[in-house]
Each structure stands twice: as structure tokens, then as C-alpha cells.
């Protein structure tokens, strides 16, 4: 098919990769066929309508796709793995950094007043961190710098609450997904805002800042397998 | 009903009529045609792909991968048809309905009236 000027008439090729890149290769296939097949029946009488259409449905197609991708079990379960055994590995650095290593030789000028700010995480931008971290691991002569009474605490009463509202309202794994990324990150940012609000000497921080890591530490591999748990749970319903 | 045989929503029942209403070598881009023309729903294909792949993991649908054509850019057609399933959980959504619409009435200013029948 040829437009005015002889030239031929194709879909437009960025909505077309839009729909490449958005939309699963077990779907691609069939839905661009659908899609082109109507455009050249519509391009036949208007072009740029023709066009306007495909660029619509693409976009629409694409952000469906996207939403529903974003929202499966399979795409949960990856970033359940993915996500506590990436943060499972970061945290067990910084509280093995934070215990063993005692100079900030390397680290930018202002770190010290980062750290005693709460701001932790700021740590792993900093590229003496990991030499340091890493090599922190050789002083290590026991484990039970891991034990913290206060995250212990912590990380019971998050586990009871959950008990609690999961006996009201079964949780579905998005939602318990959620509800552990609160309760980790809910303790950790009330231990910067304490720490910024009440400027307290350094020897003081440093047990608040254990808190606010080990109870990520020790909420984060139970979430995860509460979540691929139901995952489970949610699939085998899915397939009766 | 048992509480395994869930609902259709409004969507599937229609997608599920509107391939009873193809008959077989029912696909998507007809599929979207049928609707704009019949009911003048102007769905997204992607929107139409993800109910048909919702109701085949249901079992109320199965489909085939059909043959490629130039007109499609050499891409190939996926069918799709109801299967007994189907049938059965649109049967039951259309007498849900019908018990349902039993005493409505619906006024010409759109107001709703219920009127109250002996069961």
C-alpha cells in the first residue's frame, strides 16, 4: 500500500517498538498482527487517522500491559527474591562496616556528620565503603554483634500486629509485601528523625543506628518468605 | 454454587458473547470490531488479549495459533473459542441476572423503583 507520494504506507515504528519493549513476547506477536491488519483496512480511506489509532491503541495496549506486569505474582515473586537478598546482603555489610571498621580514612569530608545524622544508607555511595566493608569480614570473631534487644522488640511487635490484622483480614501477598516494607522502613525513619532532631554524642548513635538495621535484617527474610508463601497459596486458587 | 465457580465480570461476558457470536477462527482484531460495531466499545487490544488470557488460565476459553498473512505484516492470528466451561459459567451469570431484574423497573427519568414481590 502507497500514500499519496508513493511512498509505503507502514505503522508508525516508535509505537510499534513501544508495544515490542511493553508488551510480553508470547503476546507481541499476534497483537501487533491484529493491530497492523486493521490499520492498513483504516489507513486505506484516512493516513494520519490510521496513525492517530495505532499510536492510541499502542499507548493504551503498552500502559495495560505495563500495569498488569507490574501487578502479577510472577513479577512479585522476582522482586520479593531479588529485593531481600540484595537488602539481606547491603544491611549485613553496613552492620559488619558499622562494628569492625574504625576509620572513615577515603570517605568524603562531611560522611562523619551523615552518619551521626542517621543517614546510614548513605554509606554504600561511598566508594571506600566496599574495599572497607568487605574487608571488615576478616575481624569477624562471632556473630552475636547480630543481637539487638531493641530490634528484637521491634520486629516482635511488627510480627504480632501482622498476626493480628492477618486474622481480621487475609492479607494477600501485595499486601503483605507492603506491610513489611512499612514496617521496616517506618522504625528506620523515625531513627533519623530522632537522631536529627536530638543531636545526640556519638557514642549514642551508634545503638540507635543498630536498631534501625537489624530490625530490617531480621523482618526482611520472614516477609520475603511470607510473601512467596502466599504467592504459592494465591497460584494454586488461581488454578481451580 | 459452589464457592470455587466464581462471578464473570461485565467485560468477560461480553468478550465470552462476542466470540459465541464469531463462532469459530474468532481473533482478536475481530473480536474489537464486533464490540465498536455492536455495542460501540472502543477497546484497547491489549485490554481484550489480557480478559482472553484471564479467561483461557479459567478454563472457559481455548485458543490455537493460526496462520500468518501478508495483510498482518507476516504475523500470525491466535483463535480463540468458548469452551463448555464457558458456556456454563455464562449461562449461570445471565440467570444471576435474570433473578436479579425480576421486579426492577426502571422509570423514563432514569430514577430506579423496586417493587417488593412475594418470593
Not at chain 1, 196 to 212: E, K, Q, R, W, Y
Not at chain 2, 85 to 101: E, H, P, Y
Amino acid at each position: 500500500m502507497f500514500n499519496s507520494k508513493n511512498k509505503p504506507v507502514s505503522p508508525p515504528t516508535a509505537a510499534t517498538k513501544l508495544l515490542l519493549w511493553c508488551v510480553p513476547k508470547s503476546a507481541v506477536e499476534y497483537i501487533l498482527g491484529d493491530l497492523e491488519e486493521e490499520f492498513y483496512v483504516r489507513a486505506k480511506h484516512n493516513i494520519i487517522a490510521a496513525k492517530y489509532w495505532f499510536w492510541q491503541q499502542s499507548m493504551y495496549s503498552s500502559g495495560i500491559y505495563l500495569k498488569h506486569n507490574a501487578a502479577s505474582l510472577d513479577f512479585l515473586k522476582k522482586l520479593t527474591v531479588l529485593f531481600s537478598l540484595c537488602l539481606f546482603f547491603v544491611i549485613l555489610q553496613l552492620i559488619i562496616w558499622l562494628n569492625f571498621s574504625d576509620s572513615l580514612e577515603n570517605f568524603s569530608p562531611h560522611f562523619w556528620d551523615t552518619l551521626v545524622s542517621g543517614y546510614i544508607h548513605m554509606a554504600v555511595f561511598e566508594s571506600a565503603f566496599w574495599p572497607h566493608s568487605i574487608g571488615s569480614w576478616q575481624e569477624i570473631n562471632g556473630w552475636s554483634f547480630l543481637l539487638d534487644g531493641s530490634a528484637m522488640v521491634l520486629t516482635l511487635l511488627s510480627g504480632c500486629l501482622f498476626t493480628f490484622l492477618n486474622q481480621r483480614r487475609k492479607f494477600l501477598a501485595h499486601q503483605i509485601f507492603l506491610f513489611g516494607c512499612g514496617a521496616m522502613v517506618i522504625p528506620y525513619i523515625f531513627g533519623i528523625g530522632y537522631l536529627n532532631a536530638f543531636s545526640l554524642p556519638a557514642l549514642m548513635v551508634g545503638p540507635i543506628l543498630s536498631t534501625m538495621l537489624c530490625n530490617v535484617l531480621y523482618l526482611l527474610l520472614p516477609v520475603a518468605y511470607l510473601v512467596l508463601r502466599k504467592i504459592k497459596l494465591q497460584n494454586i486458587d488461581l488454578n481451580f | 454454587m459452589s464457592d470455587k465457580e466464581k462471578f464473570l465480570g461485565e467485560f468477560e461476558q461480553v468478550v465470552l458473547l462476542a466470540l459465541l457470536r464469531i463462532g469459530h477462527d474468532a481473533y482478536g482484531a475481530e473480536i474489537r470490531q464486533l464490540l465498536h460495531e455492536q455495542v460501540n466499545r472502543n477497546v484497547a487490544i491489549g485490554a481484550l488479549y489480557l480478559t482472553l488470557e484471564r479467561l483461557e488460565k479459567k478454563g472457559m476459553v481455548n485458543s490455537t495459533l493460526g496462520e500468518s498473512t501478508p495483510e498482518r505484516g507476516g504475523r500470525a492470528k491466535r483463535y480463540f473459542e468458548v469452551t463448555g466451561k464457558g458456556q456454563k459459567a455464562l449461562s449461570r451469570s445471565r440467570d444471576v441476572f435474570n433473578i436479579m431484574w425480576q421486579g426492577v423497573t426502571l422509570n423514563p427519568s432514569d430514577k430506579l423503583t423496586v417493587e417488593y414481590i412475594d418470593v
